[in-house]
């Protein structure tokens, strides 16, 4: 594949930021990768496994760069941050992310009128760090943009491709609109199955079977990534609990009333949506 950008610009070198720089490097979409972080042990780790050509602990040797992207890799609660300092450096660089919440991060780099596309590619493992790296990662996964009207239509198209480029299929919307859909079909099935997996004593362990393993495989992400989700998207995830919470109580009540009708309802809805995806 032909070159993209010139430079491509990875802060942040955990699993998506070395899957995103493996990726790249495999399908040629930029003529150098740099991998900037605060830890160096972790950088190392990146440009061995060859996720990165070149690393950087500070944003300032990022001056000068003409014709880079550079994708924030990192915790939500620090894109913002590091967006507003890599735009300071007055370079020719498009800035993206790859973070789970969209609205308070593309409206105050709008407000501030940073030159930021929101990117969000549905990937990812509970797993975390370069060394489990993947450049197959983002084939044939969604990726969801959300410019706003800062934007310009060269610089949204151009990601498009980038992400395209990598094998996802991309889709745009509000910052807003994101954020709601992500508050039911992500943030509240691992607030879910972090839920469930408290209950568990060290007891039960020996009678957990694949149907407790599958539910609660995801609460194994990083607490510390998942607790800046929950927090930067809270108000969406707060009202999809609700509803979530409604919806068990009619299980409760059948139970309670020992009503055979309700609870077959209640599991036939739910398979009727699973055979409707």
Same mark, same amino acid.
């Given at each position: 594949?032909?070159?993209?950008?010139?430079?491509?610009?990875?802060?942040?070198?955990?699993?998506?930021?070395?899957?995103?720089?493996?990726?790249?490097?495999?399908?040629?979409?930029?003529?150098?990768?740099?991998?900037?972080?605060?830890?160096?042990?972790?950088?190392?780790?990146?440009?061995?496994?060859?996720?990165?050509?070149?690393?950087?602990?500070?944003?300032?040797?990022?001056?000068?760069?003409?014709?880079?992207?550079?994708?924030?890799?990192?915790?939500?609660?620090?894109?913002?941050?590091?967006?507003?300092?890599?735009?300071?450096?007055?370079?020719?660089?498009?800035?993206?992310?790859?973070?789970?919440?969209?609205?308070?991060?593309?409206?105050?780099?709008?407000?501030?009128?940073?030159?930021?596309?929101?990117?969000?590619? +549905? *990937?990812?493992?509970?797993?975390?760090?370069?060394?489990?790296?993947?450049? @197959?990662?983002?084939?044939?996964? =969604? /990726? &969801? !943009?959300?410019?706003?009207?800062?934007?310009?239509?060269?610089?949204?198209?151009?990601?498009?491709?980038?992400?395209?480029?990598?094998?996802?299929?991309?889709?745009?919307?509000?910052?807003?609109?994101?954020?709601?859909?992500?508050?039911?079909?992500?943030?509240?099935?691992?607030?879910?199955?972090?839920?469930?997996?408290?209950?568990?004593?060290?007891?039960?362990?020996?009678?957990?079977?694949?149907?407790?393993?599958?539910?609660?495989? +995801? *609460?194994?992400?990083?607490?510390?990534?998942?607790?800046?989700?929950?927090? @930067?998207?809270?108000?969406?995830? =707060? /009202? &999809? !609990?609700?509803?979530?919470?409604?919806?068990?109580?009619?299980?409760?009540?059948?139970?309670?009333?020992?009503?055979?009708?309700?609870?077959?309802?209640?599991?036939?809805?739910?398979?009727?949506?699973?055979?409707?995806?």
């Amino acid at each position: 594949m032909s070159r993209i950008f010139s430079r491509l610009i990875i802060v942040g070198t955990g699993l998506l930021g070395s899957s995103l720089g493996l990726a790249a490097k495999q399908r040629n979409l930029a003529e150098v990768v740099i991998g900037i972080g605060h830890r160096r042990e972790t950088l190392e780790i990146a440009k061995r496994c060859g996720a990165v050509d070149r690393i950087l602990t500070e944003l300032d040797d990022l001056a000068g760069i003409n014709d880079g992207l550079a994708i924030m890799c990192t915790p939500v609660r620090v894109i913002t941050e590091y967006a507003v300092r890599i735009a300071a450096l007055n370079g020719n660089i498009l800035q993206s992310d790859v973070g789970s919440t969209k609205g308070s991060i593309c409206r105050e780099l709008e407000r501030r009128r940073c030159r930021f596309v929101g990117a969000h590619p +549905i *990937a990812g493992s509970e797993k975390s760090g370069p060394a489990y790296g993947n450049a @197959d990662l983002f084939q044939d996964r =969604l /990726t &969801i !943009l959300t410019p706003t009207a800062l934007n310009c239509s060269e610089d949204v198209e151009r990601l498009r491709i980038f992400w395209e480029s990598l094998g996802s299929r991309v889709v745009s919307m509000e910052p807003e609109q994101h954020d709601a859909i992500l508050a039911k079909t992500s943030h509240l099935p691992h607030a879910v199955a972090a839920a469930l997996a408290s209950l568990l004593d060290v007891a039960d362990r020996p009678f957990c079977g694949t149907g407790f393993a599958d539910t609660t495989r +995801i *609460a194994a992400g990083s607490p510390m990534v998942w607790t800046d989700i929950f927090l @930067d998207n809270r108000l969406p995830l =707060l /009202t &999809i !609990l609700e509803e979530f919470g409604s919806r068990l109580e009619i299980l409760k009540n059948a139970l309670r009333e020992g009503d055979h009708v309700t609870t077959r309802q209640f599991l036939e809805s739910a398979q009727e949506k699973i055979k409707s995806k």
